[in-house]
């Protein structure tokens, strides 16, 4: 009498022979046909449930070699291409092996492996037979739309989410927009009632610790639902409040900060780039998303927004920010900064006169700052908080100093002398400074930045030369003031003229002009023999204006 794992492992043993085929380039056909083949994938799929959890390799196996099937057939490189076109019209057509995949969603919480390879490999086959036919499957669709419907926290809404996200994920990676819409517009109600059902609770923020996954699914959904653009993507939007909300009263870290950088990405307008470039949001859009985020900073909402210690080897150390035991979440600290400094922005621009609250918000951002220990080393200068927490990301420091320089823009006016502008944190001379300094004075990194597409340097960079243009007398205020915080850094001695030029602001300011200066003539150099990428004849003009400027005696 054959042992109880004895169809197991001859199971197995005939999808490893399939597997094996399928992925050596130099492999023969499989023993069996491809009718063969598909029965023994779908007898795999059942093993776990049938024969326990003995059996759960072949379930794995058959789940894996369902989703290298699909790849395989999509991008077609194998001499066996077409027998496995033959297994898949098979497993698809006649064994409608994805309601049987369909089916594991509602596993057991300790089947968590089988039922993730089960929603990856249903999906492939979802996204196959979408691109193909244009139709979206019943079941998958059906038994997706339930679970967003009915919303009950547990492995089988985790696993609808998911497969639902990567599907969506992978069609907007394709840039084909018909099977977006396709997609979006089956889901339009069911996905639109699950955020507000799951949002708009009191448990919004998260809920208990066991809704984190689920919390987390519906997080990044609603980040390609942004990316795609039309309908149920403006829901980032309309729950603004609830996301923000979330970043302050989530019960477990991880989920606080997923909800904080979605907002960060969508507040710049970012979400979804790594597949379709910048996302589409309109005023409106973004006019929610600012009064959510100004409502909730008026609030004292920053107080209750935690970053915590940074993780290492062997363990997490907590700490309180700054503190000698550790540091702080600096990925979480930008985040909160980027998205509240961008909202201060649209508020500003958008409002018909200036707003006295901006600056209230930016004293309350640099606060939290220093409590989550942020504190530079140029004592109580709140300019330098910006360039010292964005200094380790460039995209993420031009975001910053760009917000700030047109946040100063619009309410330079209330600006009474030239020491003033420092008194918001905002001054976007001393931003410059400050990013030239950390850049060691090298006109060759700033010709890096401007040729890169990366971040957003050449925009920043027009527009503050242009204020450089007409305001270099508060250039000069400010290489001042950085040179009298360096002062006592300077020893006694034989560097008294070192010391007299600081005192002076000649030091920073000498050393700026020169940057600036090297970086005109090279970039002229590189504009002149058609080597630089774009036309930059404004850029050069406007550097030459400056630096003519910042010769003129009485500066230098």
Same mark, same amino acid.
């Given at each position: ?26 492999? $023969?056909?499989?023993?069996? +046909? ?9 007898d ?7 024969y ?6 072949? &379930?794995?196996?058959?789940?894996t ?8 057939? $999509?991008a077609?490189?194998?001499? %066996? ?15 409608d ?20 390879l ?21 079941s ?33 990676r ?11 517009a ?27 996954? $689920?919390?987390?699914?519906?997080? +990044? ?74 409502d ?22 907590? &700490? ?8 702080? +979440? ?6 909160v900064?980027?998205? %509240? ?13 200036? +707003? ?6 930016? $004293? ?46 619009? %309410? ?39 040729m890169?597409?990366? &971040?957003?340097?050449l ?31 300077v ?20 050393r ?35 630096t003519?400027?910042?010769g ?5």
């Amino acid at each position: 009498m054959a042992s109880p794992g004895a169809a197991p492992r001859r199971l197995v043993a005939v999808l490893a022979e399939a597997y094996e085929c399928l992925v050596n380039a130099r492999a $023969t056909k499989p023993k069996q +046909d491809a009718e063969q083949v598909a029965r023994a994938i779908i007898d795999g799929v059942h093993a776990h449930s049938r024969y326990g959890a003995a059996a759960q390799d072949a &379930t794995c196996l058959a789940l894996t070699l369902i989703g290298r099937i699909v790849a395989t057939v $999509t991008a077609p490189t194998s001499h %066996l291409a077409r027998f496995y076109q033959d297994t898949l019209e098979v497993l698809l057509r006649d064994l409608d092996v994805v309601s049987q995949m369909v089916a594991t969603f509602a596993c057991e919480e300790r089947d968590q492996v089988v039922r993730h390879l089960a929603a990856k490999s249903a999906s492939a086959c979802v996204l196959y037979q979408l691109q193909v036919s244009g139709v979206l499957h019943p079941s998958w669709h059906g038994t997706c739309e339930r679970a967003l419907l009915s919303l009950p926290a547990g492995p089988q809404l985790d696993a609808c989410l998911w497969s639902l996200t990567h599907v969506l994920q992978e069609l907007l990676r394709t840039k084909r927009p018909e099977p977006v819409r396709t997609l979006i517009a089956a889901f339009d109600v069911s996905v639109c009632t699950a955020a507000s059902r799951f949002l708009s609770a009191d448990q919004s923020a998260g809920g208990a610790s066991g809704l984190a996954d $689920t919390f987390c699914h519906l997080l +990044d959904l609603l980040e390609f639902l942004t990316a795609s653009g039309g309908g149920s993507p403006r829901l980032t939007y309309v729950h603004a409040a609830a996301l923000v909300a979330a970043v302050s009263r989530a019960p477990l870290y991880f989920v606080s900060k997923r909800a904080a950088l979605l907002l960060k990405r969508a507040a710049l307008r970012k979400a979804g780039e790594d597949w379709l470039g910048m996302c589409g949001e309109s005023a409106a859009d973004l006019g929610a998303l600012t009064a959510a985020v100004l409502d909730a900073a008026t609030a004292d909402w920053l107080s209750s927004v935690s970053a915590e210690s940074l993780t290492f080897f062997g363990g997490s150390r907590s &700490t309180k920010g700054g503190s000698e035991d550790g540091e702080c +979440d600096t990925a979480m600290l930008r985040a909160v900064s980027l998205l %509240l400094i961008k909202s201060v922005q649209y508020h500003v621009t958008s409002a018909a006169t200036g +707003d006295g609250e901006a600056g209230g918000h930016l $004293t309350r951002l640099w606060r939290f700052l220093r409590e989550r220990g942020v504190r530079p080393t140029d004592g109580d200068h709140d300019c330098a908080l910006l360039p010292l927490l964005f200094g380790e990301q460039d995209d993420d420091m031009m975001e910053a100093a760009k917000a700030a320089l047109v946040i100063f823009l619009r %309410l330079r006016e209330n600006c009474a002398s030239a020491e003033a502008p420092c008194a918001a944190g905002c001054n976007p001379h001393c931003h410059f400074l400050f990013l030239l300094r950390a850049v060691w004075w090298d006109h060759r990194i700033l010709l890096d930045f401007l040729m890169s597409t990366e &971040t957003c340097f050449l925009e920043y960079f027009l527009r503050y030369l242009r204020y450089l243009r007409t305001e270099w007398r508060g250039f000069a205020a400010s290489c001042r003031r950085l040179d009298a915080e360096a002062l006592p850094r300077v020893p006694f001695g034989r560097d008294g003229e070192g010391r007299r030029r600081r005192r002076t602001g000649q030091h920073t300011l000498g050393r700026a002009r020169r940057c600036l200066l090297r970086l005109h003539l090279l970039l002229a150099r590189l504009h002149h023999k058609k080597l630089f990428p774009y036309k930059a004849d404004a850029l050069l003009r406007l550097l030459w204006q400056v630096t003519r400027q910042l010769g003129q005696d009485g500066l230098t």
